[in-house]
């Protein structure tokens, strides 16, 4: 997916989010996220929107700790919200293709990495918004999902750190019912190896609409269809949070 399809996603889904949370009002309980009202949404997302600025707009080359939205709350925090949403946006489409920042998976480009990160980071983020005040949420744009299951399942859990594992050797493969997308993710004690396409024999078929499978990968909502050994969707759902 191209650069400026990402930041228009990411146009699209912040701008909705803001519109989903102050029509929810941030008291609201976020059901998608146990524990967590609107206004810790926003708080968070627009955090991480910051975060990303950050990186793009000053070239940082090492990590670094995400900064609170300290006491922001009301009208200010949907307005704080908004302009670092915008903020976000200028940086990631005024930014030269040469950028060099940190990243945290590989990626074509940094550029690319963090338009990518942030546009899935608003949508998922969004459809909790939605969630928050009732009735049925926007779906999920079909492309956007796909690409999103691809980084959920080779970007985040190609990393070390993933604690989605088994004792013994299992096989899951993820299949989208609409979109002709597919992966492939061979279990162990280590950290998973995900390839795209069906290689192996499963032992349990995670399938669906791509948009539903891509919320489902994120623990916001049940798996479409599950088919074979369910146990190891229920590994994932314990497991595969990403910290």
Known sequence: MEISAYTGF?????RLLAEAAEEAGLDAKVPTCPGWQVR???RHTAMVHRWATGFVREGRTETRPMDGEGGLDGAELLAGFRAGHGALLDALES??????????????????FW????????T????????ARGGTPAP???VLAVDGIDELLTGFHGRRRSRVRTPEPRTVHVLTTDEGASWSLRLSDGPPVVERGLTGEPDCVLSGPASKLYLALWNRVPFPEITGDARLAALWRETSAIV
């Open 115 to 122: 338009a990518r990160r942030q546009a899935h980071e608003t």
């Open 140 to 142: 999920v744009d079909g």
């Open 95 to 112: 930014a030269t293709p040469e950028l060099d920042c940190w990243t945290f998976f590989a990626a074509p480009s940094p550029l690319a």
């Open 10 to 14: 990411l146009d699209r889904e912040g």
């Open 124 to 131: 998922m983020h969004r459809f909790d918004a939605d969630s």
């Open 40 to 42: 810790d949404l926003v």
